[in-house]
């Protein structure tokens, strides 16, 4: 069975320092990759997505991610944090690697930015 | 335009009754999903329609949950003789669907359901 692996549940960084929240994943099939974020009290909110292609993904508020299927990884990175980016965010697969299906999250990772 | 919607926001309720909880998913997505999110945790899948059917239900814990979709739109989860474990955040997403490129799914603000 697929699963999602968040190797970090918090991840404590000052403003404006770079950051990096890991993400392994278990898959014997092509995966469609995904990292959402949920604000406080918000729902989830798609921030980017591997479907194929290039390995570097960009996507909103300057955020990245980086598909390695050697390692089955799918890490999220920003150069520079800022206060309005503390919120949890959760990677995710497509189950059964087809395009079609419900999303096998992991646990999240709270990533907290501090002044 | 309006994205997905759930209500109640919050609802409380006494262990052994039953409640439903509604999700109004984005117009004209085929696709509707339900999670729950437990604290602490990611959201873990219930089920999912395509259309009126239900395409997966291997999600449900058990017989006291049941969710329907009558005319492929809005779709209403039901939980009968509530227990106090079932307390969680209940998502529910919406997406376009069909074969190849998958399609982003958009969910709700939730509803907060607490059975004490």
């Known amino acids: 069975a697929q699963s999602v692996t968040q190797l970090d549940s918090q991840v404590p960084v000052f403003e404006e320092a770079p950051v990096e929240l890991r993400c392994n994943y278990s898959s014997s099939v092509s995966v469609y990759l995904f990292w959402y974020v949920q604000y406080p009290n918000q729902g989830l909110q798609l921030l980017l997505k591997y479907l194929s292609g290039s390995t570097l993904v960009k996507g909103i508020n300057g955020f990245e991610a980086e598909f390695n299927k050697s390692q089955t990884s799918f890490h999220l990175r920003k150069p520079s944090v800022h206060i309005s980016d503390t919120a949890e965010y959760f990677c995710?697969?497509?189950?059964?690697?087809?395009?079609?299906?419900?999303?096998?999250f992991g646990k999240g990772t709270k990533l907290s930015v501090k002044p | 335009g309006a994205g997905v919607s759930q209500t109640p926001s919050n609802k409380v309720t006494e262990k052994g009754k039953y409640v439903e909880l509604r999700c109004d998913p984005i117009s004209g997505h085929t696709a509707l999903y339900w999670y729950r999110q437990s604290l602490g945790q990611g959201p873990e899948f219930l089920i999912y329609?395509?259309?009126?059917?239900?395409?997966?239900d291997s999600g449900l814990p058990n017989d006291r949950f049941f969710a329907v979709r009558p005319e492929g739109s809005v779709s209403t989860l039901k939980i009968q003789r509530t227990e106090r474990g079932d307390s969680a955040v209940y998502l529910c997403?919406?997406?376009?669907?069909?074969?190849?490129?998958?399609?982003?799914?958009?969910f709700g603000p939730g509803t907060r359901l607490t059975v004490t």
């Open positions: 995710a697969v497509i189950a059964g690697g087809g395009s079609q299906g419900n999303l096998i």
């Open positions: 997403a919406s997406s376009p669907s069909g074969a190849g490129t998958p399609y982003e799914q958009y």
């Open positions: 329609f395509q259309g009126t059917g239900a395409a997966d």
